[in-house]
């Protein structure tokens, strides 16, 4: 079974950096795609970035706006995630949740719908 474990989720202070991954286990083959969506009480969940494991394609919502950057790497038969966050702002807490897709799906990666598998989540707190 796939699974994804997430890690990093902190309080920082506005403009300060959190540094979020998340590691894939549990693919036998091919390429997915991964992402990283947040939640936050009241609103809808939404897409924050993306990235495919067969390298090269990055995905970032609109709010973003170059504060984040997203990367993966792959050992020993699991994608590692990681979402690099500068200069959060109040308005950056929720909670994140890491998912994954079961192969190659058509469609936006930074749907909710595309992605098959999801963390537990871990939260990010803004002040």
């Known amino acids: 079974d796939v699974q994804l474990v997430e890690s990093g989720g902190d309080s920082v202070q506005a403009g300060g950096s959190l540094r979020l991954s998340c590691v894939a286990s549990?693919?036998?083959?091919?390429?997915?795609?991964m992402g990283w969506f947040r939640q936050a009480p009241g609103k809808e969940r939404e897409g924050v970035a993306a990235?495919?494991?067969?390298?090269?394609?990055?995905?970032?919502g609109a709010f973003v706006k170059g504060r984040f950057t997203i990367s993966q790497s792959e050992a020993n038969a699991k994608n590692t995630l990681v979402l690099q966050m500068d200069s959060l702002k109040p308005e950056d807490t929720a909670m994140y949740y890491c998912?994954?897709?079961?192969?190659?799906?058509?469609?936006?990666?930074?749907?909710?719908?595309?992605?098959?598998?999801w963390g537990q989540g871990t939260q990010v707190t803004v002040s």
């Open positions: 549990g693919y036998t083959y091919g390429n997915y795609f």
């Open positions: 990235a495919y494991t067969g390298g090269g394609s990055t995905y970032y």
């Open positions: 998912a994954a897709t079961d192969g190659e799906p058509v469609g936006s990666p930074l749907s909710d719908e595309m992605h098959n598998y």
